[in-house]
Every structure is written in C-alpha cells, then in structure tokens.
C-alpha cells in the first residue's frame, strides 16, 4: 500500500495535480510517526511511511494547509474522511485546494499497548498474520495483533470513505460497532460510581491540551480556556474540579460536530478515555434527534443546530436524570 | 554493601512510612505508572519510569504562593508557607536524579526560590540504579550512568535483593535509619547485573547521540536554521513535552478568588502554549514555529550558555514516547546537526 | 522562612496624576511611610491588584527621591485599565527592583548624555534624567529629545516645562507628530528630529520608545556616525517572576528582566532578533 501512495503521490506532483503532499513521516523507531508535508518525489521516497502505526487523523492540518497557496494531497483514512466533511462543512478547510485520496483504514496499533505487556526496548514491530513479532533489546517477543490495537481502531464505525476524489483500494462499509458498549455500562451505573469513574479518570488530567489541540472539532481560533477575557482561561486547576470542567465543557462544545474519531483520546498521555465522554453526546443524540453522524455529509443540518417539531422536550433531562 | 532481599522491601518501606511521607513509583494502570504516597501493601512498580517525571515532590503542577484578603482600599498579604514535613522520594531513576540538580540552578540561584528550597531541604531522594533501559533511552548522551545514578541514597537491584549506597549525609541518614532491617551482601551477582546492563546500554538505537554540536556558542547558527519550519510543521502547540519533561521549569502565576480572598499560585506553564509570550500589544512568538524553537533552543544551546555548559535535558525519553505527533529532542538534534 | 521575591508588599497610592489621555502617573509608597524599596534608575517592580493582574513597570521616578516612587502608565490591557479607574488611598502590591540599570554610575559617568524618548518611552528614562539632575556635577552636557503623537500625549509635560526646560544645565527639545493649535515647537517624527540636531558623535545615547521609533532613531544615528556600543535602550517582555526563573522573556540566553531590561546595542545584536 505504501509503494502504490508513494507512486501516486509523485505522479501527482510531477503533473502539477498538486503542490504538496500530506502524509506521515517515519521516525527513530517502529512506531514514532509524524504527520508531515512533502514537496519532492526524493522526500516521499525517503521518508513516506504508511503502517500499522499511521493512525494520525491529518484532515485538521488541512485548515492551515488550505490557508497556503497550491493545491495539497491529503490521503485520508476512512474515518479521517469524517473529520474532513465536518471541517468542510464549518468552512474551515478550502475543498478546492485539496485532493482526497482515500486509502484504508485500520486496524492501526498501540504502541503503548505492547509496552503495556512488558515488552520493552523495542526495536522493530513486524505483524505476522496477525502475530506481532517484535524484536527487543531483550530478545523477540510475539503478542497477538489484536490485543495491540488501538481503542479507536477496535471500535471502528467505519470502513466506508464519506469523501474522496479518488481511492486506492476498495471502499468499505459503515459498521455495526461496538462503541456505545462501555457507555452503556457507565449508564449502568449509579450516579456515585459514574462520578467516581470519572473523577478517578480526570484527575489524572495534566492539562497539556493535546487531546484539544489535536481535536478536528476544536478548530477555534482563540479557545476560551486560552482567552483571558473569557475569565474562564487557565492552564492548571485552581481547585480539585477544574479538569473536569474543561473536559466537560470540550464535550459540551463538540457535541454534534465530533465525528468520533478518537484521536483525544489516541493522544492523551495519561490514557484518559475522553472518548467515551463524547460517546455519551453521540448516543443520546440519536437516541434523542434520531441516528446522527457527523462528518457523514456536507450538508445535513446538525441535530443541535436545527429545529423540528420533533425534538425532544427541555424536560428530558429530568425524566432521564432520574435514578 | 548493605541489601535487603526484594520480599523484604514491603518491610522497608513500612518501616520508612512510619517515620516520613515515603513516595513509590506504582503501576496505575498496566504501562502506566506514577508516583503515590505509599501505603502498606503498596509494590514498586517494574516499569522503567513513571509517565510523569519526579519534578512535582519539588516543583509541583501547581502551588499556592500568597493569599490576599481585600478589604475597601486595602490590601492584606497572608505569606502561607509553611516548613514541609521531611519526606523521602523513593525509586527515582538516574535520569530524573540529574533533573533536581538541572532545576536546582533555577532556582536555588539567587533568589532563591523558598518554596522549591523548602521541598528540596526537606527531602531524601533515593535512586534506583536502572537494569533494563528502554529504546527511548539516552540519558548516556548528558553523562548519566544509569547504574550508578545520583540522588541521595542509591539502590541497585541484582533480581534478588537491594543493595544501598549513600551518595549525600541525608542518604546516609536514611541508610542509618533503616539499618535494622539491612545485612551485609556480595555485590557479585550486581557487577554482573550492571555488566549486563552497560551492554545493552551501547546498544542503544540512540547510543551514539551526542551534544558535541550543541552549546552556548551555537546561538545564532541554530536560532537562524532553517530546519525548524519543517520539525515544528505538525507539532500541536500542547503542553505533553513540556509536563512530561522534567527539566522544564517555566512557570505562571495567576489568581483565583476563592470568593473569599484571591489565592496566588503557579503554575507549570510552556513554552508551546501561544499565549506564553503574548502581551497587551504584541507577541515576540507569532507562529508555532517561534515557541517550538524556543523549547529547543532552551534545553540546547541557552541553558549551556548560562550553565557551564549543562543541557537542560537528562535523556529520559518521556518526551519521545509521549508527544502526540512523535516530534522530540532527539529528532531535533539529529536535523540541526544535518548541514 | 526567609523572604521571598515572589510574596509581594503593599504599596499605597497617595497621588495620581493624568499626563495624557491615556498614561496616568501614580506616586506609591509603603503604608508607614517612605519607599517600599530603593532601586536604581532603569530597574523594574512588578505591581498587582489581586484577582485582576500583576505586570512589570519601569520606575519612573528617581532613586535620588526620597519619599515616593513613581509609575507612568499607560492603559493597554486589564490590569492597566483597572490602576487607571483606582482612586487614591487604595492600596496595591509591589515587588522588587528587578532588572538591570542603566549604568549611571559606571560607563554613563563623566559623559554627554543624549536621551531620546517616544510616547511611553519616557517612563524609564524621566528616572535616569532626573538621577542626573539630581548628581550634575558627575555627567557632561544632557540633551532630551522627546516626541509625542500630539501635545497632549507629551507624558510628564508639566515637570518637562518647569523644571527640565527650566534647569539651564540640561538641553530639551521637544516635537509632535503632526501640527497642533497652540504648538509653536517643532513638528516631526523623532528619528528625523535626531537627524535634524546631528547631535555630537561624542554623547552616549539613552533611547526609548515604540519599536518602530528605536529601530528608526539607531537607523539615524549610525547615518550620524554613533556607534552600536554608544546607544542603550530598555526592552519590555511578557514576565511573571521578574528573576529569571519563569522562563519567557528571554532573548536568547538573556532574560530580560534579569539581564535586563537596559541593553546595549552590540549586546542586543548579539542575540536572535526575537523581541
């Protein structure tokens, strides 16, 4: 797959189709992939790398890409191409400067995950028919792909690519995923085990903002916990509730535009599972507005933004609020 | 030298708790592990590290520095320290051990921070030698060696028990205060532990990494390089690098009213954040590619520059297993050296 | 515990005077009395309100003043706008002196003294001025050229009037932008102005103002003949612990509240042009 993106991109350049292209740059080891601009057939021989452990979404560079001159290719995974309709659709990324080719999806792995097992000093990570043989500094080691995988991958919504102006390989289709199981359990709960879930998870939060900064729905130009006019700005919780507030609010603030593509809770260095928080908008969404999802299109109106008879009562909250 | 064998160690640090706040790195989650006040029945983690770096027990995320009460026109400023309770820091790698003397010239140079001060008095840092370093690794690069690493007390683990050397009078103290539960053992199995381990140590993928290129007096040759556009390209502008880092220092004060008073207190900051710099009327940092500049350039050449020469970088890898998009030190010191 | 910088004093604002319609000067001093420190001219002190904001700014006044420190301020962002709407009597925190000085009794000593101020860009050189005032017999000839937008913005006009264009031993020489019913001085942008005076070559130049106007004024004067080693200036970054520990208002490897604020020309062309 990598050879045949590679060979389209520089055919691509070479007959000024486009000016750059965006893709994911290999690093030191197996696994510490950058997303990255290449300009050059050379730059894309030497350091294009599409893996098992390309999982960034890079539709949200496009917003600084298509400010640029020229035209841009962006390969986007299937559940990038989600991210990619919904920026479209807020007029944050310039359609006419970009060239879409889809190419497939996951299952992408975790690095973290195989650390998680105890193996260390990884040097390379070779995935067998779906046996990870992983040479050490200590030795080879194997594991099963699938206990490798990402959280966002194993609950994958979608094989199907929403927009693209060409694919290389075959498209999917949507999924029956498993992604609202673990919302459901936090449902289960009471309302003091869900508090406590999620305080125990928060307050593991050390404010970096990356799960914010790498957000594709979190596109504004000056956030208000950045703005200190907001009154609201901060970069450390004052008191013991803070974090929580800012995640919530984050939740509350891509609600109906997150298309679920997992990426904050990918980037999350303390593996806090954010995801799950904008899960919960997504699944009372539908179950509230009917089935909704965003970055499916470019024209639907949202749920939230739109007003039918319809729609759910204010009330809701209490019936639903109940124990 | 002195051991205890490793299923005596629940013994030890019961015995330290019940004098002073003892602090273990502990498993949080499988791959995740962090430091905890140590209860009984608590066990040490067998990770390398802790995601997040030692720096807090002495520059915590965040602390109160003042209380105001306002009253009308006037103003009452309430100094709220107070003499930290001794406590021990068990556990702490080689890497992060080199990091207090790194924050040490922040701010124990004049003036004196009192409240980094306070924490670092009252404080016994006992090291633990590593065994199994990772492919992130390159604290050899700054002169750390990882099996014989600072801090007050050191400890050494040969697979059966630990072994205790004092590197400070604190670290003896510490010794001395658990000698009871310590014996006399051969450090055979040990030198052939740490044998093993400087083995792998020249293995290292990042082995061969070195500062000879770096310093004070490559200020204006790396500011103006032209490299830096493209490594601060995808980088997020978040903070991962800079709170996972435990060298990095830079702080912020704010101000909170409680509704009862305003509380004072500091805060990690960073360098990547886009307001670090900005001012009622103007940015010297404008872009991205400025702050990220910043970070590197902080930890390469400026630290040096008014350090001796000392980088403000210990090799611990954090940064280069965390960063959202992969981008680290390392990466940066291999493309400024390109020419 | 010893004392710490960053736990502030009290300071209590006994005067406020409007310069222009948007700098205010206010006098501070400790609650019983007297300075709440002593500094020398050029060095800074962080002043807050709580709950609102602390910021860094130069003493205006002079160290040679023995009752009361001064700040010039003019209001640009939130703390600034709530100093401007206080009343006298209420009480702030300040902290300090930080920074560097300007080298009045080193290099400066026994010179011509040539101060060219822009707007603002006075504030931390009226100390110095008045310093020299204050110790004439240790300086040589003193020249002020000092600019403003309008009349009206011509911070401290009323001491620049009586008592500097007053002293017989010292030269002003004032412009504005652009010409102005009761003004019969000159009309001019300040670098011009400079290069219309063509002041001696032999003076150490102390400049201060918006960038624009320091990066024009140095322009003017290396066309004159001075030299980088002859011109200082005071830069202004964001700060918070105003001693070189919160890591943002470096240039390079200098902080500028520590290393700082005062520079040389040749040492500022020495660091990376981020400022």
Request: aromatic letters at 10%.
């Given at each position: 797959m990598q050879e045949a993106m590679i060979k389209r991109a520089k055919e691509l350049l070479a007959d000024g189709s486009v000016d750059r292209v965006i893709g994911w740059k290999r690093g030191e080891f197996a696994y510490d992939i950058t997303p990255a601009v290449f300009t050059s057939a050379e730059e894309l021989e030497h350091d294009f790398v599409f893996d098992?452990?390309?999982?960034?979404?890079?539709?949200?560079?496009l917003v600084k890409e298509t400010a640029k001159e020229g035209k841009i290719l962006a390969f986007l995974k299937p559940c990038d191409t989600y991210s990619f309709n919904q920026l479209i659709k807020e007029h944050r990324i310039d359609r006419e400067k970009v060239y879409v080719v889809g190419i497939p999806g996951g299952p992408k792995l975790d690095i973290e995950k195989i650390k998680a097992k105890g193996i260390t000093g990884v040097l390379s990570v070779k995935n067998e028919d779906y046996t990870l043989k992983i040479e050490t500094l200590y030795g080879e080691e194997t594991m099963p792909f699938s206990e490798a995988v990402l959280d966002k991958c194993a609950s994958c919504k979608s094989k199907k690519h929403v927009a693209y102006d060409e694919l290389i390989g075959e498209d999917g289709d949507v999924l029956e995923s498993n992604r609202f199981d673990m919302v459901e359990k936090l449902e289960n709960m009471t309302a003091q085990e869900r508090f406590d879930f999620w305080r125990g998870q928060l307050s593991k939060c050390i404010r970096c903002n990356a799960c914010r900064n790498v957000c594709p729905a979190c596109t504004c130009e000056n956030c208000v916990f950045d703005n200190p006019k907001s009154g609201i700005d901060n970069k450390a919780a004052a008191d013991s509730f803070e974090e929580n507030m800012f995640h919530i609010i984050r939740a509350f603030h891509v609600a109906g535009r997150c298309t679920d593509c997992g990426e904050c809770s990918r980037v999350c260095p303390q593996h806090i599972p954010l995801h799950l928080l904008n899960r919960k908008f997504i699944k009372d969404i539908n179950e509230l507005y009917g089935e909704y999802q965003a970055g499916a299109d470019t024209t639907s109106r949202a749920p939230l933004t739109d007003y039918t008879k319809d729609d759910c009562e204010p009330s809701v909250v209490h019936e639903r609020g109940v124990e | 030298m002195l051991k205890i064998s490793k299923s005596r160690l629940g013994e030890l640090f019961d015995a330290v708790a019940a004098k002073q706040t003892l602090y273990i790195p502990t498993d949080r989650e499988p791959g995740a592990a962090e430091y905890k006040k140590y209860e009984s029945g608590m066990e040490l983690t067998k990770e390398l590290n802790t995601v997040r770096s030692a720096k807090d027990f002495f520059f915590p995320q965040t602390e109160n520095l003042a209380d105001f009460r306002i009253d009308g026109k006037n103003i009452e400023v309430r100094d709220i320290r107070e003499e930290c309770g001794d406590f021990v820091v068990f556990g702490v790698r080689a890497c992060d051990a080199r990091s207090f003397t790194i924050l040490d010239k922040v701010f124990l140079c004049e003036p004196v921070d009192s409240f980094y001060k306070n924490r670092r008095d009252h404080g016994t840092v006992v090291t633990m030698a590593c065994s199994r370093p990772a492919e992130t690794c390159f604290c050899q690069t700054f002169g750390i060696d990882p099996t014989s690493p600072e801090g007050d007390a050191a400890c050494f683990d040969d697979g059966e028990s630990i072994f205790f050397k004092a590197n400070t009078e604190k670290g003896q103290a510490f010794i001395d205060s658990i000698a009871s539960l310590l014996e006399e053992g051969d450090t055979a199995k040990l030198d052939e532990v740490n044998a093993k381990t400087k083995e792998i140590m020249a293995k290292l993928?990042?082995?061969?990494?070195?500062?000879?290129?770096?310093?004070?007096?490559k200020l204006n040759e790396y500011f103006n390089s032209d490299k830096w556009a493209e490594l601060s390209e995808a980088c997020l502008g978040c903070g991962t690098c800079t709170f996972v880092c435990p060298t990095c220092q830079c702080y912020d004060i704010r101000d909170f009213n409680t509704g009862h008073g305003i509380k004072r207190f500091r805060c990690w900051d960073s360098c990547m954040y886009s307001d670090f710099t900005k001012m009622a009327h103007g940015n010297p940092r404008l872009t991205q590619l400025e702050r990220f500049r910043q970070r590197f350039m902080h930890k390469l050449v400026y630290f040096p520059a008014n350090n001796n020469g000392e980088f403000g970088c210990v090799g611990c890898g954090r940064c280069l297993a965390k960063c959202p998009i992969s981008m680290n030190i390392v990466k940066v010191m291999k493309a400024l050296e390109e020419k | 515990m010893n004392n710490d910088t960053l736990i502030p004093k009290i300071g209590v604002v006994t005067d406020i005077r409007q310069d222009t319609p948007d700098v205010k000067t206010f006098r501070v001093v400790a609650p019983e009395g007297g300075k709440v420190f002593e500094h020398m001219p050029g060095q800074c002190a962080m002043l807050s309100m709580p709950g609102v904001g602390e910021a860094m700014f130069s003493i205006t006044s002079s160290p040679t003043n023995k009752e009361f420190m001064e700040f010039s301020i003019k209001k640009c962002g939130c703390l600034t706008e709530w100093l401007h709407a206080m009343e006298v009597g209420q009480q702030i925190t300040i902290r300090g002196p930080y920074g560097n000085a300007f080298p009045v009794e080193g290099d400066l000593k026994g010179k011509d003294l040539l101060f060219i101020a822009g707007g603002i860009g006075l504030a931390p050189l009226r100390s110095v001025i008045n310093y020299v005032r204050d110790n004439r017999a240790n300086y040589g000839d003193v020249q002020v050229i000092y600019g403003s937008r309008s009349k009206d913005d011509l911070v401290d006009y009323k001491e620049i009037i009586d008592e500097w264009m007053a002293d017989p031993n010292i030269r002003v020489d004032l412009t504005i932008d652009n010409p102005q019913e009761g003004w019969d001085g000159h009309v001019g942008f300040v670098p011009n102005y400079v290069k219309e005076l063509a002041p001696s070559t032999s003076k150490t130049v102390l400049v201060c103002g918006p960038p624009i106007m320091i990066k024009f004024t140095l322009a003017g004067l290396k066309e004159l003949g001075f030299t980088e080693t002859q011109v200082y200036t005071t830069m202004e970054l964001r700060m918070k612990c105003g001693v070189g520990k919160c890591g943002r208002c470096n240039i390079g490897n200098k902080y500028v509240c520590k290393d700082g604020p005062v520079f040389r020309f040749d040492q500022l062309g020495e660091l990376p042009d981020e400022y």
């Amino acid at each position: 797959m990598q050879e045949a993106m590679i060979k389209r991109a520089k055919e691509l350049l070479a007959d000024g189709s486009v000016d750059r292209v965006i893709g994911w740059k290999r690093g030191e080891f197996a696994y510490d992939i950058t997303p990255a601009v290449f300009t050059s057939a050379e730059e894309l021989e030497h350091d294009f790398v599409f893996d098992d452990f390309t999982a960034a979404n890079v539709s949200k560079y496009l917003v600084k890409e298509t400010a640029k001159e020229g035209k841009i290719l962006a390969f986007l995974k299937p559940c990038d191409t989600y991210s990619f309709n919904q920026l479209i659709k807020e007029h944050r990324i310039d359609r006419e400067k970009v060239y879409v080719v889809g190419i497939p999806g996951g299952p992408k792995l975790d690095i973290e995950k195989i650390k998680a097992k105890g193996i260390t000093g990884v040097l390379s990570v070779k995935n067998e028919d779906y046996t990870l043989k992983i040479e050490t500094l200590y030795g080879e080691e194997t594991m099963p792909f699938s206990e490798a995988v990402l959280d966002k991958c194993a609950s994958c919504k979608s094989k199907k690519h929403v927009a693209y102006d060409e694919l290389i390989g075959e498209d999917g289709d949507v999924l029956e995923s498993n992604r609202f199981d673990m919302v459901e359990k936090l449902e289960n709960m009471t309302a003091q085990e869900r508090f406590d879930f999620w305080r125990g998870q928060l307050s593991k939060c050390i404010r970096c903002n990356a799960c914010r900064n790498v957000c594709p729905a979190c596109t504004c130009e000056n956030c208000v916990f950045d703005n200190p006019k907001s009154g609201i700005d901060n970069k450390a919780a004052a008191d013991s509730f803070e974090e929580n507030m800012f995640h919530i609010i984050r939740a509350f603030h891509v609600a109906g535009r997150c298309t679920d593509c997992g990426e904050c809770s990918r980037v999350c260095p303390q593996h806090i599972p954010l995801h799950l928080l904008n899960r919960k908008f997504i699944k009372d969404i539908n179950e509230l507005y009917g089935e909704y999802q965003a970055g499916a299109d470019t024209t639907s109106r949202a749920p939230l933004t739109d007003y039918t008879k319809d729609d759910c009562e204010p009330s809701v909250v209490h019936e639903r609020g109940v124990e | 030298m002195l051991k205890i064998s490793k299923s005596r160690l629940g013994e030890l640090f019961d015995a330290v708790a019940a004098k002073q706040t003892l602090y273990i790195p502990t498993d949080r989650e499988p791959g995740a592990a962090e430091y905890k006040k140590y209860e009984s029945g608590m066990e040490l983690t067998k990770e390398l590290n802790t995601v997040r770096s030692a720096k807090d027990f002495f520059f915590p995320q965040t602390e109160n520095l003042a209380d105001f009460r306002i009253d009308g026109k006037n103003i009452e400023v309430r100094d709220i320290r107070e003499e930290c309770g001794d406590f021990v820091v068990f556990g702490v790698r080689a890497c992060d051990a080199r990091s207090f003397t790194i924050l040490d010239k922040v701010f124990l140079c004049e003036p004196v921070d009192s409240f980094y001060k306070n924490r670092r008095d009252h404080g016994t840092v006992v090291t633990m030698a590593c065994s199994r370093p990772a492919e992130t690794c390159f604290c050899q690069t700054f002169g750390i060696d990882p099996t014989s690493p600072e801090g007050d007390a050191a400890c050494f683990d040969d697979g059966e028990s630990i072994f205790f050397k004092a590197n400070t009078e604190k670290g003896q103290a510490f010794i001395d205060s658990i000698a009871s539960l310590l014996e006399e053992g051969d450090t055979a199995k040990l030198d052939e532990v740490n044998a093993k381990t400087k083995e792998i140590m020249a293995k290292l993928p990042l082995a061969k990494l070195s500062t000879g290129n770096f310093g004070g007096d490559k200020l204006n040759e790396y500011f103006n390089s032209d490299k830096w556009a493209e490594l601060s390209e995808a980088c997020l502008g978040c903070g991962t690098c800079t709170f996972v880092c435990p060298t990095c220092q830079c702080y912020d004060i704010r101000d909170f009213n409680t509704g009862h008073g305003i509380k004072r207190f500091r805060c990690w900051d960073s360098c990547m954040y886009s307001d670090f710099t900005k001012m009622a009327h103007g940015n010297p940092r404008l872009t991205q590619l400025e702050r990220f500049r910043q970070r590197f350039m902080h930890k390469l050449v400026y630290f040096p520059a008014n350090n001796n020469g000392e980088f403000g970088c210990v090799g611990c890898g954090r940064c280069l297993a965390k960063c959202p998009i992969s981008m680290n030190i390392v990466k940066v010191m291999k493309a400024l050296e390109e020419k | 515990m010893n004392n710490d910088t960053l736990i502030p004093k009290i300071g209590v604002v006994t005067d406020i005077r409007q310069d222009t319609p948007d700098v205010k000067t206010f006098r501070v001093v400790a609650p019983e009395g007297g300075k709440v420190f002593e500094h020398m001219p050029g060095q800074c002190a962080m002043l807050s309100m709580p709950g609102v904001g602390e910021a860094m700014f130069s003493i205006t006044s002079s160290p040679t003043n023995k009752e009361f420190m001064e700040f010039s301020i003019k209001k640009c962002g939130c703390l600034t706008e709530w100093l401007h709407a206080m009343e006298v009597g209420q009480q702030i925190t300040i902290r300090g002196p930080y920074g560097n000085a300007f080298p009045v009794e080193g290099d400066l000593k026994g010179k011509d003294l040539l101060f060219i101020a822009g707007g603002i860009g006075l504030a931390p050189l009226r100390s110095v001025i008045n310093y020299v005032r204050d110790n004439r017999a240790n300086y040589g000839d003193v020249q002020v050229i000092y600019g403003s937008r309008s009349k009206d913005d011509l911070v401290d006009y009323k001491e620049i009037i009586d008592e500097w264009m007053a002293d017989p031993n010292i030269r002003v020489d004032l412009t504005i932008d652009n010409p102005q019913e009761g003004w019969d001085g000159h009309v001019g942008f300040v670098p011009n102005y400079v290069k219309e005076l063509a002041p001696s070559t032999s003076k150490t130049v102390l400049v201060c103002g918006p960038p624009i106007m320091i990066k024009f004024t140095l322009a003017g004067l290396k066309e004159l003949g001075f030299t980088e080693t002859q011109v200082y200036t005071t830069m202004e970054l964001r700060m918070k612990c105003g001693v070189g520990k919160c890591g943002r208002c470096n240039i390079g490897n200098k902080y500028v509240c520590k290393d700082g604020p005062v520079f040389r020309f040749d040492q500022l062309g020495e660091l990376p042009d981020e400022y």
